[in-house]
T-cell receptor
Framework: AQSVAQPEDQVNVAEGNPLTVKCTYSVSGNPYLFWYVQYPNRGLQFLLKYITGDNLVKGSYGFEAEFNKSQTSFHLKKPSALVSDSALYFCAVRDRGSNDYKLSFGAGTTVTVRA | NAGVTQTPKFRILKIGQSMTLQCAQDMNHNYMYWYRQDPGMGLKLIYYSVGAGITDKGEVPNGYNVSRSTTEDFPLRLELAAPSQTSVYFC?????????????????FGPGTRLLVL
């Protein structure tokens, strides 16, 4: 079975401060990991993914995430948050060894960046 | 490219009514998906398709049906609407040229359909 947990429902930061959104996962084998962002009344937009290779993944809008196999984590980070980063963020995982096509999403973390 | 489009944007149904949520993509993607999003629950996969004429159930298929007669279109059918189907529905698509590994590829999402069943 595969699952992902986002332990924080909400993250609040001041503009210009570092932003971290936490994600931990559980899979039987090795994971494919994704981050998506959802702005109000919009569909999900892809931010970045980890498939294989370098543990530090860089994505859109200045975001990056680090795959940590020993801690089974894939935290999303941005060095300096913007007010426009305020949105709902989803982490997702798929077991690389799985034969089905299910992508498991976390419950989401609402990020609010105050000016 | 319009990407993934969904219609309608919003709909109110009475219990027992039926409707079809439309989804179309113009990116020539072979994989398409339907998700529902409930508050605090993330996204749950309803049905997916790996190509025209091929569909399969996801995590929460009960009360829904799909068809995939063309590469572009993937409609979702609700036959007897129930209050439990009140949700936001998202269609997504992706492309994989490696059989058996579609989820390596980025999924592109439509804007969603908000459905209220009363």
């Amino acid at each position: 079975a595969q699952s992902v947990a986002q332990p924080e429902d909400q993250v609040n930061v001041a503009e210009g401060n570092p932003l971290t959104v936490k994600c931990t996962y559980s899979v039987s084998g090795n994971p494919y990991l994704f981050w998506y962002v959802q702005y109000p009344n919009r569909g999900l937009q892809f931010l970045l993914k980890y498939i294989t290779g370098d543990n530090l993944v860089k994505g859109s809008y200045g975001f990056e995430a680090e795959f940590n196999k020993s801690q089974t984590s894939f935290h999303l980070k941005k060095p300096s948050a913007l007010v426009s980063d305020s949105a709902l963020y989803f982490c997702a995982v798929r077991d690389r060894g799985s034969n089905d096509y299910k992508l498991s999403f976390g419950a989401g973390t609402t990020v609010t960046v105050r000016a | 490219n319009a990407g993934v489009t969904q219609t309608p944007k919003f709909r109110i149904l009475k219990i027992g009514q039926s409707m079809t949520l439309q989804c179309a993509q113009d990116m020539n993607h072979n994989y398409m998906y339907w998700y529902r999003q409930d508050p605090g629950m993330g996204l749950k996969l309803i049905y997916y398709s790996v190509g025209a004429g091929i569909t399969d159930k996801g995590e929460v298929p009960n009360g829904y049906n799909v068809s995939r007669s063309t590469t572009e279109d993937f409609p979702l059918r609700l036959e007897l609407a129930a209050p439990s189907q009140t949700s936001v529905y998202f269609c997504a698509s992706s492309y994989s040229w490696t059989s058996g590994a579609p989820l390596q590829e980025t999924q592109y999402f439509g804007p969603g359909t908000r459905l209220l069943v009363l």
